[in-house]
């Protein structure tokens, strides 16, 4: 089964500084691999996804994630970090039913 | 373009009680997916609706929980009776196909947060 792993629950950084939320994926076959994030009292928002093609996917605020497949990763990275980007990060793979799996999230703080 | 939306947004309710929850799709959209989040555990999914038709019903928890997409447009999640360990917040999330659209990309609505007490 197709499934992906969050292996940090917290991730403080200062703003202004790059910031980087890891993900590992365990999948059978092409992975197609997304991130989303949780605002406070808000829906789950799309960011980006990786399905093939460059390795660097490019997404929404000034995000992006490296598709590593020899260490099986796709951390969420941004350059320089606001404090508005403070939110819960979801890392998801998707089935092969179409359906998604999600890792149990990451809560990042940026702080001023 | 309006998003998903879900109903209610709070949900308060005693063990044994019986609560639905709706969850109306993006206009268009075939594909209608729940998923679950127990508190501080990852997001799980429920099932998949292409159009009314139950796709994927593999993570439904148990007899207790009944989904429905009657005429293709919204979905109704009713727990009946309800347990402690219900408690959650459940999202729903809609896409198009992506035999005709190009995308799969799935958007998620607000949650509702489920409290049994």
């Known amino acids: 089964a197709q499934s992906v792993a969050q292996p940090e629950d917290q991730v403080n950084v200062a703003e202004g500084n790059p910031l980087t939320v890891k993900c590992t994926y365990s999948?059978?076959?092409?992975?197609?691999l997304f991130w989303y994030v949780q605002y406070p009292n808000r829906g789950l928002q799309f960011l980006l996804k990786?399905?093939?093609?460059?390795?660097l996917v490019k997404g929404s605020y000034g995000f992006e994630a490296e598709f590593n497949k020899s260490q099986t990763s796709f951390h969420l990275k941004k350059p320089s970090a606001l404090v508005s980007d403070s939110a819960l990060y979801f890392c998801?793979?998707?089935?092969?039913?179409?359906?998604?799996?999600f890792g149990a999230g990451t809560r990042l703080t940026v702080k001023p | 373009e309006a998003g998903v939306t879900q109903f209610p947004s709070h949900s308060v309710i005693e063990k044994g009680q019986t609560v639905t929850l709706r969850c109306d799709p993006i206009?268009?959209?075939?594909?209608l997916y729940w998923y679950r989040r127990v508190m501080g555990k990852e997001i799980k999914f429920l099932l998949h609706?292409?159009?009314?038709?139950?796709?994927?019903e593999s993570g439904m928890p148990n007899n207790r929980f009944l989904a429905e997409r009657t005429g293709g447009t919204y979905s109704t999640l009713k727990v009946q009776p309800a347990e402690l360990e219900d408690s959650g917040v459940y999202f729903c999330?809609?896409?198009?196909?992506?035999?005709?659209?190009?995308?799969?990309?799935?958007?998620f609505g607000p949650g509702t947060r489920l409290t049994v007490l």
């Open positions: 999330a809609s896409s198009q196909d992506q035999r005709t659209s190009g995308t799969d990309t799935q958007y």
């Open positions: 999948v059978s076959g092409n992975p197609y």
């Open positions: 990786y399905i093939t093609g460059d390795n």
């Open positions: 998801a793979v998707r089935d092969y039913d179409n359906d998604m799996r």
């Open positions: 206009s268009g959209h075939d594909n």
């Open positions: 609706f292409v159009k009314e038709s139950k796709q994927d």
